[in-house]
Antibody, heavy 120, light 111 residues
């Protein structure tokens, strides 16, 4: 079975930094593109970042470009999101999400999420 | 950016009755390879989203066959043939043809 387990969320002050991790298991991690998707309290879903299996291609949503950095360690089956210059509007549950590949398409497996709260 | 507009935003349904959610795109969603990357997700209260349907009409493993997806071009629909109590939650469409965008979500509740 595929598992994605996020960690690293918590309370941080505006302007601060936080690093989220996602531990993957049950599949060949390096073969799959990965994403971070967030959901503000009571709101909808927002894609924020993407990385290819090798880590060679990365994209960000405009809302986090220049402040967030996605990376992965294929030897440790792990995905990361380094967040800096955090704002109140970054408060959300952050999900680690797998792309299923050309056959099964985007976002086939989601983690349980980790809550990030930006507040003084 | 591609905008996905879902309707209705709130959907009260009697148990055992059918339900239908529309998702309209501001642009056509057929990719250069001929695929249409339109997915549907279910988010039950307090849970992570779960994908139900991918590429318009393909049901994910373990998804009950009362869920079906259809549509083409810019108009897509998720149908539930007979609503059950466990179907309560918010449903999102998502397109992956022109990068990634989500619809606003439709909240399904039992009447």
């Amino acid at each position: 079975d595929v598992y994605l387990v996020e960690s690293g969320g918590g309370l941080v002050q505006p302007g601060g930094s936080l690093r989220l991790s996602c531990a993957a298991s049950g599949f060949m991690f390096s073969d799959y593109e990965m994403n971070w998707v967030r959901q503000a309290p009571g709101k909808g879903l927002e894609w924020i970042s993407y990385i290819t299996g090798s880590g060679s291609i990365i994209y960000y949503a405009d809302s986090v470009e220049g402040r967030f950095s996605i990376s992965r360690d294929n030897a440790k089956d792990s995905l990361f999101l380094q967040m800096s210059s955090l704002r109140a509007e970054d408060t959300a549950v952050y999900y680690c999400v797998r792309n299923g590949g050309a056959t099964t398409g985007h976002f086939d497996y989601w983690g349980q999420g980790t809550l990030v709260t930006v507040s003084s | 950016d591609v905008v996905l507009t879902q309707s209705p935003l709130s959907l009260p349904v009697t148990l055992g009755q059918p339900a239908s959610i529309s998702c309209r795109s501001s642009q056509g969603l057929v990719n250069s390879n001929g695929d249409t990357y339109l997915n549907w997700f279910q988010q039950r209260p307090g849970q992570s989203p779960r994908r139900l349907i991918y590429k318009v009409s393909k049901r994910d493993a373990g998804v009950p066959d009362r869920f079906s997806g259809s549509g083409s071009g810019t108009d897509f629909t998720l149908k539930i043939s007979r609503v059950e109590a466990e179907d309560v939650g918010v449903y999102y469409c998502m397109q992956g043809t022109h990068w990634i965008t989500f619809g606003q979500g439709t909240r399904l509740e039992i009447k």
